[in-house]
């Protein structure tokens, strides 16, 4: 039975389990759980997933979900996958949980909070608070030089100083992409000072191309609707909003 892959590809990490998929070529099948129409909270998708958050698998009769999970799942159990994407070496395999867990509380925190209190918020009927926006920044910023001057520590391009992208690279660059939706100066102001970490992006890139670019589309085109309708905004009273259809 084909794995099913419940997710929305405004989430940061939906984007990084579509695109491990075609790069290992998993054959799967994509469900659309849309979140601006709280498509999470069903009573269909919270039987796939309680917790109702996308990312969500299906293999079988096996459900699982939080996307780390299901990365490690993935190149566990599907062959072909290539070692470096979550090596047998019992002791990279835990330098790569390391970078996991940092994850969550530092950089995906961060990140999401500064987006949601930016820009997104209004578009999504969430009023923000630029306290928050603020508080988010600083750590988001920390969190950046905390990957510049230690993660990306070694001779490799990637995390933990390998020459080949893991888990772990995809699952933070996915998160940094968010930050594509912000306007322009507040994007530069951010990722400006980081130069190690921008060129770690692009490999990561170049590493997952075609399908990091085909996954990330719906980013820009978000980015660009949001932009205009705040622009037009400005001098009306309308409020921003995602697209219905992308």
């Known amino acids: 039975m084909k794995l099913k892959v419940y997710a929305d590809r405004m989430s940061q990490p ?49 459900k699982l979900f939080e996307s780390h999970a299901i990365l490690i799942y993935l190149a566990c159990a599907f062959p072909g996958v290539a070692d470096h994407w979550y090596p047998n070496d019992l002791f990279k395999r835990a330098k790569i949980h390391s970078v996991l867990d940092w994850h969550h509380s530092n950089l995906r925190f961060s990140s999401a909070k500064f987006v949601l209190n930016t820009i997104l918020g209004t578009a999504l009927g969430i009023p923000m608070n630029p306290q928050t926006a603020a508080k988010a920044e600083k750590l988001l910023s ?20 390998s020459n080949q992208p893991s888990i772990a690279d995809l699952s933070l660059v996915c998160e940094i ?70």
């Not at 290992?24 to 958050?53: T, V």
Request: hydrophobic share 35%.
């Open 142 to 161: 920390v969190s950046l030089q905390t990957i510049e001057s230690f993660w990306l520590k070694g001779n490799g391009r990637f995390l933990l100083g």
């Open 177 to 246: 992409m968010q930050l594509e939706v912000l306007y322009e100066k507040d994007r530069i102001r951010i990722l400006g000072p980081h130069k190690k970490v921008q060129q770690w992006i692009e490999d990561t890139k170049l590493a997952t191309r075609p399908h990091f670019d085909e996954v990330h589309k719906i980013l820009f085109k978000i980015k660009e609707h949001l932009h205009k309708q705040q622009s037009a905004g400005a001098s009306s009273d309308t409020k921003p909003t995602l697209p219905s259809k992308m």
């Open 14 to 62: 939906s984007r990084a389990i579509l695109i491990f998929c075609k790069v290992n070529g998993i054959d799967f099948e994509e469900i659309k759980i849309e979140l601006q129409k709280r498509k999470q909270f069903s009573p269909e998708f919270k039987e796939i997933n309680p917790m109702g958050k996308v990312p969500a698998i299906v293999d079988g009769k096996f």
